[in-house]
């Protein structure tokens, strides 16, 4: 075990550490209002929609996530080529900087999962709670944010948390995008000298540490809506 280049590599590893967490952010910003969005389709049963959302859940869910990454990494640039060919833009597609590709593809991941963590979280909600609103004056807007979110909330915590987490540790498989990240970091570092076991141990601490205070930090924001269970009992 070569002691030096374990601790060289840690902070090397964490120096990939701005970018997983970058894409985890712009990811979930995509995919949290999407998956509540869908999800309300799904529950009222919207027609064609609430079919398509049942068929895209079930593909991802069904597909590895590295599967994704590389269908969408080798789909995308050649359908960007066939377009820009025939409007003759100039600009050379190869160019595009891997987080945006990465940016699509865990969005689009996490999307489906939270679809099913919302659906099941106003599932909990009474329908009478909405009746209510509306016979005092509220708009479905203001319902939604001022009663029916809050509770819903307190439930899906949980599990988005367990989202949020899953999706930071698959920000490590952006590797196959060439994308700069934690584990490609450690990895390149170890190829010099072949210290591989070293490349792995520090991508684990710095992933254990990572979602560690991920989870800290969601157990947080569940004590401070602890205050509407009250009101969803």
Not at 72 to 87: G, T, V
Not at 127 to 148: D, W
Request: net charge positive.
């Amino acid at each position: 075990m070569n002691y030096q280049f374990l601790l060289e590599t840690f902070f090397i590893a964490l120096s990939g550490v701005p970018i997983a967490l970058l894409v985890t952010v712009v990811a979930l910003f995509i995919a949290l209002p999407l998956g509540f969005l869908l999800a309300l389709t799904r529950i009222n049963k919207i027609p064609v929609v609430h079919h398509l959302a049942k068929i895209y859940v079930s593909f991802v869910r069904g597909t590895p996530i590295i599967i994704q990454i590389f269908i969408i990494y080798s789909s995308i640039p050649l359908m960007l080529k066939i377009i820009f060919e025939k409007y003759q833009i100039p600009y050379d597609i190869y160019k595009i900087n891997p987080i945006w590709y990465a940016f699509i593809v865990f969005a689009f991941s996490s999307t489906a999962i939270l679809i099913e963590v919302f659906r099941s979280a106003l599932s909990t909600i009474e329908k009478g709670q909405l009746e209510a609103a509306y016979s005092v004056g509220l708009t479905t807007f203001q319902a939604y944010t001022r009663i029916i979110i809050p509770q819903a909330l307190v439930v899906a915590l949980p599990n988005i948390c367990t989202a949020t987490v899953n999706l930071i540790k698959a920000t490590s498989l952006g590797y196959a995008m060439s994308l700069p990240e934690i584990t490609l970091k450690a990895k390149v570092a170890a190829n010099v000298g072949y210290n591989y076991v070293e490349a792995y141990l520090d991508i684990f601490i710095v992933y254990l540490i990572l979602c560690s205070t991920v989870e800290y930090l969601f157990k947080r924001y569940e004590k401070y809506l602890s205050k509407y269970k009250a009101a969803n009992a």
